[in-house]
């Protein structure tokens, strides 16, 4: 069965206190790892997708690596409002083409205090 | 332009009604997917529409479920005889066509049973 665990579930963080977030994957046949931002009572929010090990890509002050086990959310210097819910899931190699739904961790809590 | 949109925000009904929740996706997006939130859990995976055959309803927790999808746009989750379990935030998401793995989301709609 396809796993996806986020740690830690919450992190605070001051401003300007660099850190990582950390998805763990244990699943067959990876087609993407996908990066979402959610904030309270809304929907999750597209950050990044990394195909294979070694990719990585950026935005702003976030940096998304990927491992062939384990992806990293690097964040440089949060402000306030990077407070969220970071979420990571995974798109798998399906049977009949049916590599298309997402399999979520349960995300981590980000809290960065001014 | 627009993005996903989902209605009603919030529903708050009695245990044994049935209730009906609308997603619009973005305009071209063939693929739409339902996604069910419940506190303190990761996303779960309900149903996917190709247009307006659903290949795959293995995540419907249950025949009280059922989702259809008119043409490639809007389309409907139904549940009958709510639970105090079907308590949770119901996502809708979808994609661009030929090739795009990127889901985005709606906001969601709130489902309190009491």
């Known amino acids: 069965e396809d796993q996806v665990t986020q740690s830690p579930e919450a992190l605070r963080l001051q401003e300007g206190e660099s850190s990582s977030l950390n998805c763990s994957y244990t699943?067959?046949?990876?087609?993407?790892l996908f990066w979402y931002r959610q904030d309270p009572g809304k929907g999750p929010e597209f950050l990044f997708t990394l195909y294979s090990a070694g990719e990585e890509k950026e935005k702003e002050r976030l940096k998304a690596t990927l491992t062939k086990k384990e992806s990293f959310l690097h964040i440089t210097a949060p402000k306030p409002e990077d407070s969220a819910t970071y979420l990571c899931a995974v798109r798998v190699q399906g049977s009949g083409g049916s590599n298309y739904k997402l399999t979520f961790g349960k995300g981590t809590l980000l809290t960065v205090n001014p | 332009g627009a993005g996903v949109s989902q209605s009603p925000s919030n529903k708050v009904t009695e245990k044994g009604k049935d209730v009906e929740l609308r997603c619009d996706p973005i305009s071209g997006h063939t693929a739409l997917y339902w996604y069910r939130q419940r506190l303190g859990q990761g996303l779960e995976f309900l149903i996917y529409?190709?247009?307006?055959?659903?290949?795959?309803k293995s995540g419907l927790p249950s025949d009280r479920f059922s989702a259809e999808r008119t043409g490639e746009s809007v389309s409907t989750l139904t549940i009958q005889r709510t639970q105090q379990e079907d308590s949770a935030v119901y996502l809708c998401a979808s994609t661009q066509p030929m090739g795009s793995d990127t889901q985005y989301f709606g906001p969601g709609t709130r489902l309190t049973v009491l």
């Open positions: 699943v067959s046949g990876l087609r993407g």
């Open positions: 529409f190709q247009g307006n055959s659903a290949p795959d």
